[in-house]
């Protein structure tokens, strides 16, 4: 049963466009979510995070977005450079006692930026 | 240096073999997390910690065991390794707050022969 679903495993975009990361989410209990950036033979690195009170952050050329009604968010990263291709991860943390600091992680999506 | 390393970064070993992959972190984290990552499954927890001496199960923790007698130190053991267990592992740890996302290591890669 997979609690953080990011349906999309690649994405190309162009320099200077926008990249729009999606991910889905089923447990109720997340109130917190993170996405983190990815490259090979590297450990993952936050990016940006946001919590369920809030309806967007941003940071940057990063911003995510949240709506708890469709139990989905976004990474919108704009504009987008050749130094964003990257694995991106979708994480979530659940506000449930003891276990608060366990991240829950989609697949993740493989950005690509053309030169 | 300041940080979070593993060690080591990369490991071949035999089936039926025990190996341990080592984690340590400077920052006195109460939180600590071991992951594997595979292609399709992307990040998976194995096992994570919340102090010293306080480790528990997280969604994929058959054939590993953890300790943490030491704040710095969490690592993990493979106490009889199987091909299944070809991987990527990643160490990870935490601030005791939201406002931070937890910070990993650079990883292990492990290959079961």
């Known amino acids: 049963d997979q609690q953080v679903k990011q349906n999309s495993p690649s994405l190309s975009v162009q320099e200077g466009r926008i990249s729009i990361l999606n991910c889905d989410y089923t447990n109720s209990m997340f109130d917190y979510f993170l996405w983190y950036k990815k490259y090979p033979a590297e450990g993952p690195t936050f990016l940006i995070s946001?919590?369920?009170?809030?309806d967007k952050n941003e940071d940057g050329r990063f911003t995510v977005f949240l709506n708890k009604s469709a139990k989905h968010l976004s990474l919108h990263i704009v504009p987008s450079q050749p130094g964003d291709s990257a694995v991106y991860f979708c994480a979530a943390r659940a506000n449930s006692g003891g276990s608060n600091y366990k991240l829950t992680f989609g697949k993740g999506t493989l950005l690509t930026v053309n030169p | 240096d300041a940080g979070i390393t593993q060690s080591p970064r990369y490991k071949i070993t035999e089936t039926g073999r025990q190996v341990t992959l080592m984690c340590h972190q400077t920052?006195?984290?109460?939180?600590m997390f071991w992951y594997r990552q595979d292609l399709g499954h992307g990040l998976r927890l194995i096992y994570y910690s919340a102090a010293a001496d306080i480790t528990d199960k997280g969604e994929v923790p058959d054939g590993y065991v953890v300790s943490r007698s030491k704040t710095e130190n969490f690592p993990l053991t493979l106490e009889s390794a199987t091909r299944s267990q070809t991987s990527v592992y990643f160490c990870?740890?935490?601030?005791?707050?939201f406002g931070s996302g937890d910070t990993f290591g650079s990883g292990t890669r492990l290959t079961v022969v």
């Open positions: 920052w006195s984290h109460s939180y």
């Open positions: 946001i919590s369920s009170i809030k």
């Open positions: 990870a740890s935490s601030e005791s707050s």
